[in-house]
Each structure stands twice: as C-alpha cells, then as structure tokens.
T-cell receptor
Framework: GAGVSQSPRYKVTKRGQDVALRCDPISGHVSLYWYRQALGQGPEFLTYFNYEAQQDKSGLPNDRFSAERPEGSISTLTIQRTEQRDSAMYRC?????????????FGNGTRLTVT | GNSVTQMEGPVTLSEEAFLTINCTYTATGYPSLFWYVQYPGEGLQLLLKATKADDKGSNKGFEATYRKETTSFHLEKGSVQVSDSAVYFCALKYGGATNKLIFGTGTLLAVQP
C-alpha cells in the first residue's frame, strides 16, 4: 500500500484479555517502530526492528508487552492480560533505511480501550 | 535525562496571522530536532528537521532554527492558513543509529477563516 497500515483501527477489550495489534509497513521499509501515545501526550517509544531482528525493546512497559516481525515485514504487538492503564493509541512507524535520520512514516494508529 | 517541552495549546489564530510554537529541549550531546504534524484523522508526518546547531529546517512555509545556546527549536510560519490546523509535535533524536524519538506533548493549532 501507499502508507503504513495498522489494524484494527479501534479495539475495545475487557480487562484481562489478550490483544494483538498489527502493523503493515511501507513495502521495502527496513526499520519498524512501535510507539504508544496516551491522551494529551506525545508518542513514547516502545520497541523497534531492523528487518526481522528486534533491536531495542527498552520502551516496553513490562513483560505483558511483546512484539515480533518474523519475516521482516508485518509486525504484531501483543499485550497479554490487558489492564485499564494500557488504554492508549498505539502507533507504528517505518523508515526506508537504517541510516539515522531517515524519516519515519507513521500509520493512523490503533486506539485501544480496556474496560 | 533527555526531554522536550512544548508550549501548551490550543493556539487559535486567524488566517494569515503569524505563528510561533515554542519548543525547548534538554539533552546530552548533540541531538537532531524535528517537528511532526498530525492532521485530523491521520498519522504523524515529518514537517521539518535540523541535525546540527544553527541549521534551519523549512517546509510548506514553516521554519525552525536549531539554537544550541537557548536549547530551542521554535516553529514559525509567517501566514497561517485554515489547512494548517493540526497538532504539532516537537521531537528529538539523541544520537545513535536509531529513530528513537522523544516527543513533546503536542500543540493543537486551530486557524479560523
């Protein structure tokens, strides 16, 4: 597609359920990033991949959060045993190269609400 | 630690007014600085960037100058349009071979005709 695609666009889940958020980056983009954005705040870094390798997961809040990109393209962010504090907009971004400064292209995000 | 502070919004202006959105940063070393824009219903888009002191980033009539002495990267535009209404995020990248960005909280700009 023309841009970064995220699905679902909205997700409402009950506390304690697991959720999987999908990101389809721009074709050919090497790097893929996950950010989380609380209401009224800027995005916060969660984790990123170069190709299929997870390079940095220092922003993941705890071990309920995990991410994978098994074939170096589509990525899934999984949150286990969701809690209300996990409610936020989850944004995926990709960039063409691993060179620092390559611009990030963001998707429209997945709005997660945990009830 | 590294951080970005933006002026709080919303900022409401009439069309053709002059715009300034303040951004200051705290960082060790020499970060790269960015402005991203989020139009309603869309993802964030890179608006402009500057990678070293005294660099000026510009795009679509917007400008920002990397001021190391004041640790600032204020966004300016001489004459705003209704179509500029959006949320603007200042961000820094603190070195290294990644696109790990630290974002400010965002400033909502509303331009009235």
């Amino acid at each position: 597609g023309a841009g970064v695609s995220q699905s679902p666009r909205y997700k409402v889940t009950k506390r304690g359920q697991d959720v999987a958020l999908r990101c389809d980056p721009i074709s050919g983009h090497v790097s893929l990033y996950w950010y989380r954005q609380a209401l009224g705040q800027g995005p916060e870094f969660l984790t990123y991949f170069n190709y299929e390798a997870q390079q940095d997961k220092s922003g993941l809040p705890n071990d309920r959060f995990s991410a994978e990109r098994p074939e170096g393209s589509i990525s899934t962010l999984t949150i286990q045993r969701t809690e209300q504090r996990d409610s936020a907009m989850y944004r995926c971004a990709s960039s063409l190269e691993t060179i620092p400064g390559s611009p990030l292209h963001f998707g429209n995000g997945t709005r997660l609400t945990v009830t | 630690g590294n951080s970005v502070t933006q002026m709080e919004g919303p900022v409401t202006l009439s069309e053709e007014a002059f715009l300034t959105i303040n951004c200051t940063y705290t960082a060790t070393g020499y970060p790269s600085l960015f402005w991203y824009v989020q139009y309603p219903g869309e993802g964030l888009q890179l608006l402009l960037k500057a990678t070293k002191a005294d660099d000026k980033g510009s795009n679509k009539g917007f400008e920002a100058t990397y001021r190391k002495e004041t640790t600032s990267f204020h966004l300016e535009k001489g004459s705003v349009q209704v179509s500029d209404s959006a949320v603007y995020f200042c961000a820094l990248k603190y070195g290294g071979a990644t696109n790990k960005l630290i974002f400010g909280t965002g400033t909502l700009l509303a331009v009235q005709p």
